[in-house]
């Protein structure tokens, strides 16, 4: 299975490329496959391309339900443990 995240863009760099940031992990992607991207804008980033600019509130909603599903499984896995 695959997994598109929504990325915020934090630095442009050189040859088509960007910094984004997840919950505080940084990575650089490609930016080959998107135009007129700037920082703070969000991205769907999926093996290493960013594939399309994301509304903000749509990101932050799609993250938000990642946070929670990340919490529903911690919780989950702390209950079968004990």
Known sequence: MCLALPCRVVELLADDQAMIDVSGM????SLALVEGV???DYVIVHVGYALTRLDPEEADKTLALFAELGEAALAEAAAAVG
């Open 38 to 40: 700037g920082v703070g």
């Open 26 to 29: 940084r990575k650089a992607v």
